[in-house]
Protein backbone atom coordinates (compact mmCIF):
# COMPACT_ATOMS: atom_id res chain seq x y z
CA UNK A 1 0.00 0.00 0.00
CA UNK A 2 1.37 3.57 -0.67
CA UNK A 3 2.96 5.90 2.08
CA UNK A 4 0.37 8.65 2.36
CA UNK A 5 2.16 11.94 2.89
CA UNK A 6 -0.20 14.87 4.03
CA UNK A 7 0.67 18.54 2.28
CA UNK A 8 3.96 16.67 0.57
CA UNK A 9 3.62 19.06 -2.54
CA UNK A 10 4.22 21.86 0.13
CA UNK A 11 7.08 19.67 1.67
CA UNK A 12 8.75 19.42 -1.25
CA UNK A 13 8.72 23.42 -2.45
CA UNK A 14 9.92 24.09 1.55
CA UNK A 15 12.77 21.57 1.15
CA UNK A 16 13.59 22.62 -2.08
CA UNK A 17 13.86 26.36 -0.54
CA UNK A 18 15.79 25.31 2.09
CA UNK A 19 18.44 23.44 0.01
CA UNK A 20 18.14 26.61 -2.62
CA UNK A 21 19.02 28.32 0.64
CA UNK A 22 21.64 26.34 2.39
CA UNK A 23 23.46 25.14 -1.20
CA UNK A 24 21.93 27.03 -3.99
CA UNK A 25 19.98 26.28 -7.05
CA UNK A 26 22.31 24.44 -9.03
CA UNK A 27 23.34 22.03 -6.55
CA UNK A 28 19.47 21.57 -5.21
CA UNK A 29 18.72 18.52 -7.07
CA UNK A 30 15.50 16.49 -7.60
CA UNK A 31 17.05 13.44 -5.65
CA UNK A 32 18.11 15.21 -3.13
CA UNK A 33 15.36 17.01 -2.21
CA UNK A 34 13.36 13.79 -2.38
CA UNK A 35 15.76 12.13 0.09
CA UNK A 36 15.07 14.93 2.57
CA UNK A 37 11.42 14.50 2.35
CA UNK A 38 12.01 10.55 3.02
CA UNK A 39 10.46 10.00 -0.46
CA UNK A 40 11.36 7.96 -4.15
CA UNK A 41 13.05 10.39 -6.29
CA UNK A 42 10.05 9.48 -8.23
CA UNK A 43 7.40 10.82 -5.89
CA UNK A 44 8.56 13.94 -6.62
CA UNK A 45 7.98 14.09 -10.27
CA UNK A 46 4.09 12.95 -9.45
CA UNK A 47 4.02 16.89 -7.92
CA UNK A 48 6.88 18.12 -10.44
CA UNK A 49 8.00 17.22 -13.38
CA UNK A 50 11.35 19.04 -13.24
CA UNK A 51 13.69 20.87 -10.76
CA UNK A 52 12.64 23.81 -12.88
CA UNK A 53 9.04 23.36 -12.69
CA UNK A 54 9.78 22.53 -9.15
CA UNK A 55 11.71 25.97 -8.25
CA UNK A 56 9.36 27.88 -10.45
CA UNK A 57 6.26 26.83 -8.32
CA UNK A 58 7.97 27.87 -5.45
CA UNK A 59 8.43 31.26 -6.74
CA UNK A 60 4.92 31.61 -8.30
CA UNK A 61 3.32 30.41 -4.57
CA UNK A 62 5.54 33.33 -2.61
CA UNK A 63 4.56 35.95 -5.15
CA UNK A 64 0.29 35.04 -4.72
CA UNK A 65 1.30 35.54 -1.18
CA UNK A 66 3.04 39.06 -2.11
CA UNK A 67 -0.18 39.80 -3.96
CA UNK A 68 -2.67 39.00 -1.52
CA UNK A 69 -0.83 41.02 0.72
CA UNK A 70 -0.69 44.46 -1.13
CA UNK A 71 -4.62 43.57 -2.29
CA UNK A 72 -5.59 43.73 1.40
CA UNK A 73 -4.35 47.39 1.43
CA UNK A 74 -6.91 50.33 1.91
CA UNK A 75 -6.59 51.98 -1.90
CA UNK A 76 -7.53 55.63 -0.48
CA UNK A 77 -3.77 55.41 1.44
CA UNK A 78 -2.36 55.89 -1.91
CA UNK A 79 0.84 56.53 -0.09
CA UNK A 80 0.51 52.91 1.59
CA UNK A 81 0.18 51.16 -1.45
CA UNK A 82 2.76 52.15 -3.52
CA UNK A 83 5.26 51.79 -0.44
CA UNK A 84 3.71 48.54 0.19
CA UNK A 85 4.06 47.56 -3.26
CA UNK A 86 7.72 49.17 -3.25
CA UNK A 87 8.75 47.21 0.00
CA UNK A 88 7.42 43.89 -1.31
CA UNK A 89 9.30 43.61 -4.15
CA UNK A 90 12.82 44.20 -1.99
CA UNK A 91 11.45 41.69 0.46
CA UNK A 92 10.44 39.20 -2.47
CA UNK A 93 13.62 39.74 -4.52
CA UNK A 94 15.96 38.71 -1.57
CA UNK A 95 14.03 35.99 -0.37
CA UNK A 96 15.28 34.12 -3.46
CA UNK A 97 18.33 35.88 -4.32
CA UNK A 98 20.01 32.21 -4.28
CA UNK A 99 17.74 31.72 -7.27
CA UNK A 100 17.87 34.77 -8.98
CA UNK A 101 21.46 35.34 -8.87
CA UNK A 102 22.34 32.11 -9.52
CA UNK A 103 24.16 31.94 -13.18
CA UNK A 104 23.10 28.26 -13.75
CA UNK A 105 19.41 29.26 -12.81
CA UNK A 106 19.55 32.60 -15.29
CA UNK A 107 20.43 30.72 -18.22
CA UNK A 108 17.33 28.35 -17.69
CA UNK A 109 15.25 31.17 -16.93
CA UNK A 110 16.37 33.95 -18.76
CA UNK A 111 14.69 33.32 -22.30
CA UNK A 112 10.83 33.87 -20.76
CA UNK A 113 12.69 36.52 -17.46
CA UNK A 114 10.85 39.02 -19.89
CA UNK A 115 7.71 37.47 -20.00
CA UNK A 116 7.24 36.93 -16.40
CA UNK A 117 8.39 40.85 -15.98
CA UNK A 118 5.57 41.56 -18.05
CA UNK A 119 3.30 39.37 -16.12
CA UNK A 120 4.48 41.10 -12.68
CA UNK A 121 4.28 44.54 -14.16
CA UNK A 122 0.29 43.74 -15.11
CA UNK A 123 -0.66 42.49 -11.84
CA UNK A 124 0.77 45.47 -10.43
CA UNK A 125 -0.94 48.01 -12.75
CA UNK A 126 -4.34 46.10 -11.96
CA UNK A 127 -4.00 47.15 -8.43
CA UNK A 128 -2.41 50.90 -9.24
CA UNK A 129 -4.72 51.53 -11.55
CA UNK A 130 -7.71 51.52 -9.03
CA UNK A 131 -6.22 54.53 -7.14
CA UNK A 132 -5.87 56.56 -10.15
CA UNK A 133 -9.20 55.92 -12.05
CA UNK A 134 -10.20 59.35 -12.19
CA UNK A 135 -7.13 60.26 -14.63
CA UNK A 136 -8.39 60.24 -17.90
CA UNK A 137 -5.01 58.04 -19.10
CA UNK A 138 -5.26 55.79 -15.70
CA UNK A 139 -4.37 52.59 -18.06
CA UNK A 140 -0.74 54.66 -19.16
CA UNK A 141 -0.36 55.57 -15.70
CA UNK A 142 -0.61 52.46 -13.82
CA UNK A 143 1.18 50.44 -16.47
CA UNK A 144 4.08 53.58 -16.19
CA UNK A 145 3.69 53.34 -11.93
CA UNK A 146 4.05 49.62 -12.01
CA UNK A 147 7.22 49.77 -14.06
CA UNK A 148 8.76 52.30 -12.13
CA UNK A 149 8.57 50.57 -8.76
CA UNK A 150 9.85 47.57 -10.40
CA UNK A 151 12.86 49.50 -12.15
CA UNK A 152 13.09 51.63 -9.72
CA UNK A 153 13.10 49.58 -6.14
CA UNK A 154 15.50 46.89 -8.29
CA UNK A 155 17.93 49.66 -8.63
CA UNK A 156 17.84 50.84 -5.02
CA UNK A 157 16.24 53.90 -4.96
CA UNK A 158 14.72 55.27 -1.93
CA UNK A 159 10.79 54.75 -1.95
CA UNK A 160 10.38 58.43 -0.40
CA UNK A 161 12.27 59.58 -3.68
CA UNK A 162 10.28 57.51 -6.27
CA UNK A 163 6.90 58.63 -4.20
CA UNK A 164 7.81 62.18 -4.51
CA UNK A 165 7.68 61.37 -8.20
CA UNK A 166 4.53 59.16 -9.02
CA UNK A 167 2.47 60.84 -6.90
CA UNK A 168 2.96 64.45 -8.83
CA UNK A 169 1.59 62.35 -11.87
CA UNK A 170 -0.81 59.45 -10.21
Do not use: C, Q
Given at each position: MPKIIE???NQLIEEARRQINMFGYEKTTIRSVAAECGIATGTV???????????ASLVVDDWKVVL?????????????LLKTIYDSLISFSES??????????????????????ELLRNQLSAIIEKICLEKDDHEFLSQFT??????????????DRIYEILIKII
Open positions: NLRYNYFKSKDILVNKINDIDLSDKRNHSMIFKDRSAEEKYYSSSHKWHAESILTWSMAGVPF
